[in-house]
């Protein structure tokens, strides 16, 4: 996520050693990683883990906790079969030598939003963001992202960073920064119940070409070829997509799943309600307002598009610090494969 997390204490049954066990009966055994608290963006999880399509699936998903090493390396190391990630660190980590794929696209729009307090009546453009502190982790992603959308308004492109605290909201409020990232489904979400305000960019509109979000899901490439875990992997994605359209059709009823599947984060029921009521609504899952059917497919022009742009920012890096030849190639850091034999499924 963008914003500063508070990492969850979320139960998990005991991380596997990445690779999945398949009995004799076709059962098989999943580890996921979270990215981060458990949230809307996880809830198709959830839901299929209480509505019993795992079980139907003769799959075991042990959620676990987000990691401080993050997904991605959990993932690569073997500590998680799966884990939640988005295609551009996807890229970002196979350029420095690990061997992920994406299989499972969960966002089909932006729901990145880059926002300064709304009581900052001097910030009314991404131009007016020269020269501010922009509150991050320090990305060289975001700091791309940041930077061309301040030079599309008419400035220069320059501010300084600081890093989070606990919590983004209390470093804007608190005077140390200026601006910061959000998600539109979660923190936008708490913003308009709690406050404060906030004024808000989205990077498409301001010259970042593409889709910078696309949040889903990765495996590791070897992980992957192992006896029986494509197939494995073909069951827990058929389970996790109906998971996700329940949610999509019945956003209340999914709402209170995610809220007692995931106790010990202590989640607002009330936000959690407010988030899936905004992406039912609003389509960020789908590819039209209103639908309840979620392709999970990665939109490889979209990709490109923004694979091209971090490129050319000089984002995907080497063990060495040198850029590569040529962009990271959607098509091959990426399979709908997956995602589109699940939305059959999900159709039945």
Not at 249 to 269: I, R, T, Y
Not at 293 to 306: C, H, I, K, V
Not at 308 to 335: M, N, V, W
Request: proline share 3%; with cysteine.
């Amino acid at each position: 996520m963008i914003a500063v997390p508070a990492v969850a204490a979320l139960t998990a049954c005991g991380a596997t050693s990445g690779d999945s066990s398949t009995g004799s009966e076709g059962d098989a055994d999943i580890s996921f990683m979270l990215d981060w608290t458990p949230n809307t963006n996880h809830i198709g999880l959830y839901v299929a883990q209480q509505l019993g399509y795992y079980s139907a699936e003769h799959v075991s998903v042990d959620i676990l906790p987000t990691a401080q090493a993050g997904a991605e390396t959990s993932v690569e190391n073997g500590v998680a079969d799966i884990g939640f990630t988005t295609l551009s660190n996807v890229a970002a980590f196979n350029a420095q030598g690990s061997s992920l794929k994406f299989v499972f696209d969960l966002t089909q729009k932006p729901v990145a939003r880059w926002c300064s307090l709304a009581s900052r009546t001097d910030i009314k453009t991404p131009k007016d963001l020269d020269g501010k502190t922009f509150v991050s982790f320090g990305s060289a992603e975001q700091t791309a992202v940041v930077r061309q959308m301040i030079k599309s308004a008419g400035g220069t492109g320059k501010f300084q960073t600081a890093t989070a605290g606990t919590n983004t909201f209390d470093t804007l409020t608190s005077g140390k920064g200026d601006f910061g990232g959000f998600y539109v489904t979660w923190e936008n979400v708490e913003s308009e119940l709690n406050g404060p305000a906030l004024n808000c960019f989205v990077a498409s509109d301001w010259g970042v070409p593409g889709n910078p979000d696309q949040l889903g899901f990765a495996v590791k490439r070897s992980w992957l070829a192992r006896k029986g875990n494509a197939k494995a992997l073909q069951r827990f994605l058929d389970a996790t997509m109906k998971g996700y359209d329940y949610a999509l059709k019945h956003p209340d009823k999914a709402a209170d799943m995610l809220v007692s599947g995931a106790k010990e984060a202590n989640l607002s029921s009330k936000l959690v309600h407010r988030s899936m009521e905004k992406i039912a609504s609003q389509g960020y899952w789908t590819t039209s307002k209103g639908s309840t059917t979620l392709p999970g497919t990665t939109n490889m022009a979209q990709a490109q598009e923004y694979l091209e742009f971090q490129y050319k920012a000089g984002t995907y890096k080497d063990s060495q610090g040198k850029i590569g030849r040529t962009a990271p190639k959607a098509t091959k850091l990426a399979s709908n494969e997956y995602a589109k034999a699940a939305a059959k499924v999900a159709e039945q």
